[in-house]
C-alpha cells in the first residue's frame, strides 16, 4: 500500500498559480465593480476638527454611525480595551490611520478624489515611542498607555539571584518589523440581495465573518467570507481590519460591489506591525554554567490599538511565556507591559513571541559562557531539558509534550562539524579574517487549542478547526476545511491526508477555498496550527468517511464491516480478494443504486478537533558568518538546522517553509526596520526602505536534518513552519557577536552598529555581559 | 491622438488588441484590467519588487513603471503565454518539480525573467542565476529552491531547445 | 499607487520634445527610461503637467567611439551601455559601475542619460561622470550646448539644465591608456542605491609614482563629490598600501555625508574612507605604469 504521507509531491496548486490563472482578490472582477481608495492620517496624533468632501461618494465615521468598532475581548486581568472606529473618530492615533474613504469607477479616479478631500486636523502632542508613553504627563492615548500588563512568579527567583555565583544581565531591543507579503491585503464585497458576500485575504475566515457580522449589525448566516487565492500571510492578514468593515459597509451602502486593494506604501505603514520590544534579561547561575533563575522584564511597543482577535498583549506575553525556552530553569519572574503609542496596531508576525523571547534567551546564554569561558554548545548542553523528562511543565506554565532539545543540539553540531569550524574561525582570525558562529535553540508552541487561549485570556480565538470530507458521486473527493492558505500547500498536504486514509490518488482530492457557508466554523491559519489543528480535524472527517465507506463496501459485499479490507482504489474482503469493489462503486452506491435500504445515502463525515493546549516542536540552528570589520557587512557563509517537527507530510513543502522563515529571519537581523521618527512619522514607507532580503541575502546553501520524533496529536505532526522565523534572528545575532567579540544586544544589525561593535571588541579584556547596553 | 485618452493597439501574447485607455494608466494594469490577464501581479508599484515583470520585446521590465501607451508598436509578453495546467513551459515544469513557488504572487514576474535569462545564459552559473534573481522580491520562499529550479529549467530547456 | 493626471506626449523627431519642453518649461517633465520618474509620479510625490516620452524618438540611443570620448545617447539603455564593446574595450568603469545600478531588469529600461539628468544623490553615473570629466549635451528649441560634469549637478535630483532643455547626449573621454580603475560600492543590498560609492582613476608614471589620480564620490552629499585635496596629495607619490589608506582618510575629511534611516553621516565618512582606500588598490593594481598596455 503506497503511502503519500511523508513523499515530496509537486503541489496540486502550482498548476494554476504558475499559469498565471491564480485568483487573487486584485484579480476578481464583478458587474459593476467600484474602486475604494482611503483617506489617511498624515498626523500620528491629532484631533479631527472637520472634513470637507468635495462632490463624490465620499464617507466618514459620521456616517457608520451603527457600525461597531474593532474592540477585542481578553479576560483576566491587567487589560484595558481599546476600540477602534473603522473611520477615525474625532481623533487620529497613528499616521495611515482611515479617516475617510471615498469611490470611484477606477483606482486611479478614487485616487485623485481622496487627495481633493481637505481635513482639518489640530495636531496633538504624539506619543513617539514607549519612553515617551510611560512618562509622567505624557498624552493619554485611551483612558492609560499601558493596554496589558502581565507578572509571574514561578519558584523563588529572588532568592535564586541573591545566592548566584554568578548573574548575567543583557538588554536586548528588537526592532519594529512587518510582514510585507508579496501581496497586500485585499477585500471585495458585494451584496446580492440577501447575502453579503466579503471575498477577503485573510487567515481566519470564520472569525472575519462573525466579526464583521457583529460589526455591521447582521446575522452570521446573512455574511459569506470567501477567501481568494493569497499571496502570503505569515500573521499579518489573521487581523480584522478597519478597511475590511468599512468595504463591507460600503458594499450593504451603495448596493454595487466594492474593491479595495492595498498598495505597498498602505502595507508598510497601516497594516499591522510587528516586535518592538525591549527585553531586560537576567541569568542567575552557577560557575558550571547551570542555569538556576531567569527574571525578565519585556515592555512591547504595541502601537495606538489593540488587533483583534489576539489583543496587544500577544507579542509581549507570548516573549514572557517562551522565554525559558528548552532550558530546564526553576525559577522565574516575569513582568509584561504593553504599551501604547501613536504607531499603527502590532499583531501577529511569523514567530510570534518566541523569536523575540528566542533572541534575548540565546544571546543572554551566550553571554553566560563568554563569562564562565566555556564553550557555548556546552552551556546549553548542560541546561537543556533531557529527553527522559517529559511532558515538562516549564517556569512559565508551558507544558512541553515531547521534545529533543539535546539531540537536536548534538545533530546540527554534527552536520556544521562545529570542531572544524571554530579551528577555521581560529585560522582566519589569525589571518586577520572575522568569522563567527551563532547557535539558537529553540522550543515552538504549534496547534494552540482551546485551552491555551482561555488560560490566555484570548477569547476570541476558539482555538478548534474543522473539516468536512465529502465523497462524490463519482469517487471524487472534496474536502472544505475552516483554514485558508497563503502558500503554505495545503491543497496538497490536506490532499496527501485524505489520499491515505481513503486509498485514493492525491488528484482525485480536492481541498476547496474556504467559503464560510460551505466550511465549517474554525479558527484559522496562524502560529503552525494546520499541521496539527486542521490536520487532525481532517483526519477525523476522513476516518469517519473511511468507516462509512467499509460499512458501505460490506453492505454490498454482503461481510461484515470488520472482514473489509482496503488496497489502493478497492475495497475487498479478507482472505477472499475476488469478492471486491472499487471505491468508484462505494460511492456511487452511496448516491444512486442502494444496496436494498441496509446502508444510508451519503459519504461525508464532518469532524471538529480541538487539539491538546499545545504541540511543541523543537529545533536547533547554527549560523556561520562573515564580518568586514571595516565595512560592516555581515555575510552569512552557512546555515545549519536541525529540526523536529514530528512526522512530516510533505518534505519539499516543509523545506520551503524552513528557507522561508530563515530568509524573514535574517531579514530581521540584518535588514529589516519599519522605523519610526521622533514626530511619529514612518521612515520606511516603501520597499527602497523596507529592505526584505533578496537571494543575496540567503547563505548558498542551508543544510537542514530532520529529527522526526512524532508527536501524540493524530498522525504524529507537529507545527513547522514558523522555525526559520523563530530562530535566525538569535543566530545571526549570536554569530555576530562572536565575531566581533561584543554583545549585539539591538536589532537590526545594521554597517554602522557592526562598525561600533568593532570599535568595542577591540577594546580587550573588558568584561560586558553585565552591561545594560 | 489626446494627451489624456488614447486608443492604443497593444500586441500581448502574438495577438493585438484596441484598448482605449487613460495616458497615465500602466501597462500592468492595462494588462490586468483591460485585457483581463491578471497572472501579471502589483507588488510595491515602485519598481522594486519584480512582481509586475514582463517581456517588453524580449527584454524584461517592470510594467508598473510603464504606461500602456508606451507598449504600442511592441511586443509583451505575459506569463499566459507560457503554458498551460495541461502542457506546462520547461520552465514552469521545473519550478513545479522543485517547488520553486509558495504563494505564487511573485512567480509569474521571475518566470518571465527566467524565459529571457536561459535565452542568453543557456548554462548557468549559480551567480548568474542569482544575479537575476535579485531583481525579485519573494517573501515565502527564500529563494533557494528557486535556484534549484532555475538550475533544473536550464538543464531541460537545454535539452528541449527554448 | 497611482499616477496623477497629465498630458502625455510620445513625439517622434526631437524637435517636437523640444517644442513641448518650451512650451511647457518647468511643468513638463521628460520620461526617458522611467524607471526612477514613474515610481515619483506612482507616489504621487512628482506632479508634472505633462510628460514628454523621447522613447518614440530615433537616433538618440547610439554608443560609439569619437576622437577620445564614447559617445552615448541619452536614451541607451544602462544594460545596452554595460554590454557594448566599445565600452568593454576602452571604458570598462562604466560598465563596473553600471553593474551596481538596481538590478538588470532595471537596466533594461533606464538609460544612460535619465539616470544623469535625475541626478539622484546615490546614483553611481553622476559620480563616475565627475570623476571622468565627461559632459552631456544639452539642446533646446533653439540651440544647443555643452555642459561639463562640474557644471552640471547642482543639489539633490537637480541638475542646471533648464526647463526647457533636454539632455541628449552623455559623453565620456577615455583616460589616456594604461589608466587603471574602479568602482566600488557599498548598499544594504545588491543593487540598492549606493551608502557610499566611489569612482577612481589611478594614472602611473613610467618609474611608477602616480601621475594622476581621481577621486569622486556618490551618496556622500546632494550632489557627487571630487576629493580633490587627496587627488592632489597623490600627485607623484609612490603606490603603496599606506598610501592609499591615508589618501582616503583625506578625502573622506573633506566630506559631509549626510545621515538617514540606513547610515549616519559619520558613518558613511568612515565607509568612504575604506571604499577608497580599496578602490585606490585596486586602480593602482590595473594601471599599466608609463601608460604602457
Keep these: ?773 | 491622438m489626446t494627451t489624456r485618452l488614447r486608443t492604443i493597439r497593444l500586441t500581448v501574447n502574438g495577438s493585438t488588441h484596441e484598448i482605449t485607455v487613460e495616458t497615465r494608466k500602466t501597462l500592468a494594469d492595462a494588462l490586468r484590467e483591460d485585457l483581463g490577464l491578471t497572472g501579471t501581479h502589483l507588488g510595491c508599484e515602485h519598481g522594486v519588487c519584480g512582481a509586475c515583470t514582463v517581456l517588453l520585446d524580449g527584454r524584461p521590465v517592470r510594467s508598473c513603471l510603464l504606461f500602456a501607451a508606451q507598449a504600442e508598436g511592441h511586443e509583451v509578453t505575459t506569463v499566459e503565454a507560457l503554458g498551460t495546467p495541461d502542457r506546462l513551459h520547461p520552465i514552469q515544469q521545473a519550478f513545479w518539480e522543485h517547488h520553486g513557488l509558495q504563494c505564487g504572487f511573485c512567480t509569474p514576474g521571475i518566470l518571465m525573467s527566467t524565459v529571457w535569462f536561459l535565452q542568453h545564459h543557456p548554462h548557468p552559473t549559480r551567480d548568474e542565476i542569482r544575479e537575476m534573481l535579485a531583481g525579485h522580491l519573494c517573501r515565502c520562499t527564500g529563494y533557494l529552491q528557486i535556484v534549484e529550479a532555475i538550475e533544473a529549467a536550464a538543464r531541460s530547456v537545454g535539452r528541449k531547445g527554448p | 499607487m497611482k499616477p496623477p493626471v497629465f498630458d502625455y506626449y510620445d513625439p517622434e523627431t526631437l524637435d517636437e520634445a523640444l517644442d513641448l519642453m518650451d512650451r511647457y518649461g518647468p511643468e513638463a517633465k521628460v520620461l526617458a527610461g522611467g524607471q526612477s520618474l514613474v515610481p515619483l509620479l506612482n507616489l504621487r510625490l512628482a506632479r508634472p503637467a505633462a510628460l514628454v516620452d523621447l522613447n518614440r524618438i530615433p537616433g538618440m540611443d547610439g554608443i560609439h567611439l569619437e576622437d577620445g570620448w564614447i559617445r552615448i545617447g541619452a536614451m541607451a539603455r544602462q544594460w545596452d551601455a554595460e554590454h557594448a564593446p566599445e565600452v568593454a574595450r576602452h571604458l570598462p568603469i562604466l560598465a563596473e559601475a553600471l553593474r551596481f545600478v538596481g538590478h538588470p531588469q532595471i537596466r533594461m529600461r533606464g538609460t544612460v542619460g535619465g539616470s544623469i539628468a535625475h541626478a539622484d544623490p546615490a546614483a553611481e553615473l553622476p559620480a563616475l561622470l565627475l570623476c571622468l570629466e565627461g559632459e552631456v549635451v544639452a539642446r533646446r528649441r533653439d540651440g544647443m550646448r555643452v555642459i561639463p560634469a562640474k557644471e552640471l549637478f547642482v543639489t539633490y535630483l537637480t541638475t542646471s539644465l533648464e526647463p526647457d532643455e533636454i539632455l541628449t547626449e552623455v559623453r565620456w573621454p577615455i583616460p589616456p591608456p594604461g589608466t587603471g580603475w574602479a568602482f566600488v560600492e557599498l548598499a544594504r543590498r545588491h543593487g540598492d542605491y549606493a551608502l557610499v560609492g566611489v569612482a577612481v582613476l589611478v594614472r602611473l608614471n613610467a618609474d611608477g609614482s602616480v601621475a594622476e589620480a581621481r577621486i569622486a564620490f556618490t551618496g556622500c552629499g546632494p550632489v557627487p563629490v571630487r576629493a580633490e585635496e587627496a587627488e592632489r596629495a597623490l600627485r607623484g607619490a609612490r603606490p603603496s598600501g599606506q598610501l592609499w589608506e591615508e589618501a582616503a582618510q583625506v578625502a573622506a575629511c573633506s566630506l559631509e555625508p549626510p545621515s538617514d534611516l540606513h547610515a549616519s553621516g559619520a558613518a558613511r565618512k568612515h565607509l568612504a574612507a575604506v571604499l577608497t582606500a580599496r578602490a585606490l588598490m585596486k586602480a593602482a593594481e590595473r594601471a599599466n605604469p608609463g601608460g604602457k598596455r
Design chain 1, 1 to 773: 500500500m503506497s503511502q503519500v504521507v511523508g513523499r515530496p509531491i509537486p503541489r496540486v496548486e502550482d498548476l494554476r498559480l504558475l499559469t498565471g490563472r491564480g485568483r487573487y482578490v486584485a484579480d476578481l472582477r464583478l458587474g459593476g465593480m467600484q474602486q475604494v481608495a482611503f483617506v489617511r492620517s498624515p498626523y500620528p496624533h491629532a484631533r479631527i476638527r472637520s472634513i470637507r468632501a468635495p462632490d463624490g461618494r465620499v464617507y466618514r465615521a459620521a456616517d457608520l454611525q451603527d457600525v461597531r468598532p474593532i474592540a477585542p475581548r481578553w479576560e483576566g486581568e491587567g487589560f484595558l480595551p481599546t476600540a477602534q472606529p473603522p473611520l477615525a473618530e474625532g481623533v487620529v492615533r497613528y499616521v495611515g490611520e482611515p479617516v475617510a474613504v471615498v469611490v470611484a469607477p477606477t483606482r486611479y479616479a478614487a485616487e485623485d478624489l481622496a487627495e481633493q478631500v481637505r481635513v482639518d486636523y489640530e495636531p496633538l502632542p504624539p506619543v513617539p515611542d514607549v519612553d515617551a508613553a510611560l512618562s509622567p504627563g505624557a498624552p493619554r492615548l485611551h483612558s492609560d498607555n499601558v493596554l496589558y500588563r502581565r507578572s509571574h512568579v514561578h519558584g523563588d527567583p529572588d532568592g535564586v539571584f541573591r545566592r548566584a555565583e554568578v548573574v548575567v544581565r543583557t538588554v536586548i531591543r528588537s526592532s519594529r518589523c512587518t510582514a510585507a507579503p508579496l501581496e497586500g491585503r485585499g477585500v471585495v464585497a458585494w451584496h446580492d440581495g440577501s447575502t453579503l458576500w466579503v471575498w477577503t485575504n485573510t487567515q481566519t475566515p470564520s472569525l472575519i465573518r462573525s466579526a464583521l457580522a457583529l460589526s455591521l449589525g447582521l446575522p452570521e448566516c446573512a455574511v459569506r467570507v470567501v477567501v481568494p487565492d493569497t499571496g502570503g500571510g505569515f500573521g499579518q492578514k489573521m487581523h480584522l481590519y478597519p478597511e475590511e468593515i468599512v468595504v463591507s459597509w460600503l458594499a450593504l451602502r451603495l448596493g454595487v460591489p466594492v474593491q479595495w486593494v492595498e498598495d505597498r506604501r498602505e502595507n508598510l505603514t497601516a497594516s499591522a506591525q510587528a516586535r518592538e520590544e525591549r527585553v531586560e534579561v537576567e541569568l542567575a547561575a552557577g560557575t558550571d554554567g547551570r542555569l538556576l533563575g531567569l527574571r525578565a522584564r519585556i515592555v512591547g511597543d504595541v502601537g495606538a490599538y489593540h488587533v483583534y482577535p489576539t489583543t496587544a498583549a500577544l507579542e509581549p506575553l507570548g516573549v514572557a511565556q517562551i522565554l525559558p525556552g528548552p532550558y530546564d530553569i526553576p525559577h522565574y519572574a516575569y513582568e509584561v507591559l504593553a504599551v501604547a503609542t501613536n504607531k499603527p496596531p502590532t499583531g501577529a508576525y511569523r514567530g510570534v513571541g518566541m523569536t523575540v523571547g528566542v533572541l534575548a534567551m540565546e544571546r543572554a546564554v551566550d553571554l553566560l559562557a563568554t563569562r564562565l569561558r566555556l564553550d557555548p554548545v556546552e552551556v546549553r548542553r548542560r541546561n537543556l531539558v533531557s529527553e527522559g523528562r517529559f511532558p515538562y511543565t516549564s517556569a512559565s506554565g508551558l507544558v512541553y509534550d515531547g521534545g529533543s532539545f539535546r539531540e537536536a543540539l548534538e545533530q546540527v553540531c554534527a552536520l556544521a562539524d562545529y570542531e572544524h569550524l571554530r579551528k577555521e574561525q581560529e585560522e582566519a582570525r589569525r589571518r586577520g579574517k572575522l568569522l563567527g558562529i551563532g547557535l539558537a535553540c529553540y522550543v515552538e508552541y504549534t496547534g494552540l487549542g482551546s485551552t491555551t487561549f482561555r488560560r490566555r485570556g484570548m477569547t476570541e480565538v476558539p482555538g478548534h478547526e474543522g473539516a468536512c470530507v465529502r465523497v462524490e458521486p463519482d469517487g471524487t473527493v472534496r474536502v472544505h476545511v475552516s483554514f485558508s492558505h497563503q502558500g503554505q500547500g495545503h491543497e496538497t498536504t490536506l490532499a496527501q491526508l485524505v489520499a491515505d486514509m481513503l486509498h485514493q490518488p492525491v488528484e482525485r482530492i480536492r481541498v476547496e477555498r474556504v467559503d464560510t457557508a460551505a466550511s465549517p466554523h474554525g479558527s484559522g491559519t496562524f502560529a503552525s496550527r494546520s499541521s496539527v489543528a486542521g490536520a487532525g480535524a481532517v483526519l477525523a472527517a476522513a476516518g469517519r468517511v473511511r468507516e462509512r465507506a467499509q460499512a458501505i463496501a460490506a453492505a454490498l459485499l454482503e461481510a461484515a464491516p470488520e472482514d473489509v479490507v482496503w488496497e489502493e482504489g478497492r475495497l475487498f474482503v479478507r482472505g477472499a480478494p475476488h469478492r471486491s469493489v472499487t471505491f468508484e462503486a462505494v460511492a456511487a452506491a452511496a448516491y444512486r443504486i442502494l444496496p436494498g435500504g441496509s446502508v444510508s445515502p451519503g459519504l461525508e463525515a464532518v469532524a471538529y478537533f480541538d487539539p491538546p493546549p499545545a504541540t511543541f516542536s523543537n529545533a536547533a540552528h547554527l549560523a556561520v558568518v562573515e564580518v568586514d570589520a571595516r565595512t560592516g557587512s555581515v555575510r552569512i557563509l552557512g546555515y545549519f538546522v536541525a529540526e523536529d517537527c514530528g512526522r512530516i507530510i510533505n518534505p519539499l513543502i516543509v523545506r520551503g517553509q524552513l528557507y522561508g522563515g530563515i530568509a524573514q529571519g535574517i531579514g530581521e537581523a540584518l535588514l529589516e526596520h519599519a522605523a519610526y521618527d521622533d514626530h511619529g512619522q514612518p521612515l520606511a514607507t516603501t520597499f527602497m526602505d523596507y529592505l526584505i532580503p533578496t537571494v543575496w541575502e540567503m547563505p548558498e546553501d542551508v543544510r537542514v536534518v530532520h529529527l522526526q520524533h512524532p508527536s501524540d496529536r493524530p498522525g504524529g505532526f507537529k507545527g513547522m513552519a514558523e522555525g526559520g522565523a523563530i530562530a535566525a534572528p538569535a543566530a545571526v545575532a549570536n554569530a555576530v557577536a562572536d565575531a566581533v567579540r561584543a554583545p549585539v544586544t539591538r536589532l537590526p544589525i545594521t554597517p554602522e552598529l557592526v562598525l561600533e561593535l568593532v570599535c568595542r571588541g577591540s577594546r580587550d579584556g573588558v568584561d560586558r555581559t553585565a552591561d545594560p547596553a
